[in-house]
């Protein structure tokens, strides 16, 4: 008898039992006190089984009257965020146009410092002159 509810269970646990072996398995194990923690395995199956399940409660449902109010908050929240990205990005446009004036700007600036200090070269003999009196060949 050992031998064929170890047979049994291991078909059991393999998932290979039909469902006269396993009626078979149960009985043989309810008479049998070789098999302790089965035993209690299938009376805990058994009461489970005879547990029926509560009825889940009815899903509440929002009013009616509700409905056009969220409806109207989720398209002002659209709205929004898309007027802030358009804002940012506005922004950002603005700022790349800020910094290229900005350029324009400084080249135009380093161009007509060339063009001064380009004039000044001949000016630029006069400072190895010491004195007003050498620039005006003064004589005292």
Do not use: C
Not at 75 to 81: D, P, T
């Amino acid at each position: 008898m050992k031998d064929k509810i170890e047979a049994l269970l291991d078909k059991y646990w393999a998932g290979e039992s039909s469902l006269e072996e396993e009626q078979e398995l149960r009985s043989l194990i309810s008479k049998s006190s070789d098999f302790p923690s089965e035993r209690l395995f299938f009376e805990d199956l058994a009461t489970l089984s005879q547990i029926e399940p509560a009825p889940l409660p009815a899903p509440k449902n929002k009013p009616v009257w509700l409905r056009p109010i969220w409806q109207s908050a989720a398209a002002v929240l659209l709205f929004l965020a898309a007027s802030f990205l358009v804002f940012q990005n506005q922004e950002k446009q603005t700022e790349a146009e800020a910094y290229e004036q900005v350029m324009q700007a400084l080249s135009l600036i380093q161009q007509n410092m060339q063009k001064g200090t380009g004039q000044l070269e001949p000016i630029s003999s006069f400072r190895y002159l010491n004195t007003s009196h050498e620039i005006f060949d003064l004589k005292e």
